[in-house]
Nanobody
Framework: QVQLVESGGGLVQAGGSLRLSCTVS????????MGWYRQPPGKQRELVAT?????????DYARSVKGRFTITRDNAKNTVYLQMNSLKPEDTAVYYC???????????WGQGTQVTVSL
């Protein structure tokens, strides 16, 4: 099994910053990609950012966060980070950490952490 534990959410004013952390443990061998998703109130869960586990560490971002959010990883700590700058009220959501294994396919989720951005 794979366990993901997020931390770092909270309440921040618009224009502020937060950093989310996600530490993965368990059978992490073969995890190919990790990422952050979010679910705003009353809406579907959506992709925020992903990073591959290979040495290249390719990243991908949702258009709405590109230039404001940065996903990074620390392989020694089995941790992925999401640095969120210039936060907007529309960034308010529960943020979930995700880890994917391509073969055999498996997808793992954290419990979520609330991010609230006030005016």
């Amino acid at each position: 099994q794979v366990q993901l534990v997020e931390s770092g959410g909270g309440l921040v004013q618009a224009g502020g910053s937060l950093r989310l952390s996600c530490t993965v443990s368990g059978r992490i061998s073969g995890i190919n990609r990790m990422g952050w998703y979010r679910q705003p109130p009353g809406k579907q869960r959506e992709l925020v950012a992903t990073i591959t586990s290979d040495s290249g560490g390719s990243t991908d971002y949702a258009r709405s966060v590109k230039g404001r959010f940065t996903i990074t990883r620390d392989n020694a700590k089995n941790t992925v980070y999401l640095q969120m700058n210039s936060l907007k009220p529309e960034d308010t959501a529960v943020y979930y950490c995700n880890a994917d294994r391509i073969f055999p396919y498996a997808s793992y989720w954290g419990q979520g952490t609330q991010v609230t951005v006030s005016l």
